[in-house]
Nanobody, 121 residues
Framework: QVQLVESGGGLVQPGGSLRLSCAAS????????MGWFRQAPGKEREFVAA????????NYADSVKGRFTISRDNAKNTVYLEMNRLKPEDTAVYYC??????????????WGQGTQVTVSS
């Protein structure tokens, strides 16, 4: 049974930083795209960042490019999202995701439960 468990969310002031973690278990993810989506109240879930586990290729949404960094630790089966220079607009529930076919929403096979990130002064 594949499981994705997020952690690291919380309250942070604008301009601050936060690191999210996603622990993956129950499968082999070498061919997967691993990534993060987020959903704010009243809005659709949107793509944030993704990484191909096997190659390390990354992709970012324009809204977070240059501020967020996605990485993975193969030994720990863990994906990280380092978030810097956070803005109130980044406030959302952040979801870890895994897709065997790709990183797009309709290609995601597994979802984590989500972790709340609130950016406020």
């Amino acid at each position: 049974q594949v499981q994705l468990v997020e952690s690291g969310g919380g309250l942070v002031q604008p301009g601050g930083s936060l690191r999210l973690s996603c622990a993956a278990s129950g499968g082999t993810f070498s061919s997967y795209a691993m990534g993060w989506f987020r959903q704010a109240p009243g809005k659709e879930r949107e793509f944030v960042a993704a990484i191909a586990w096997g190659t390390g290729f990354t992709n970012y949404a324009d809204s977070v490019k240059g501020r967020f960094t996605i990485s993975r630790d193969n030994a720990k089966n863990t994906v990280y999202l380092e978030m810097n220079r956070l803005k109130p607009e980044d406030t959302a529930v952040y979801y870890c995701a895994a897709g065997d076919r790709g990183w797009r929403y309709n290609e995601i096979d597994y979802w984590g439960q989500g972790t709340q990130v609130t950016v406020s002064s």
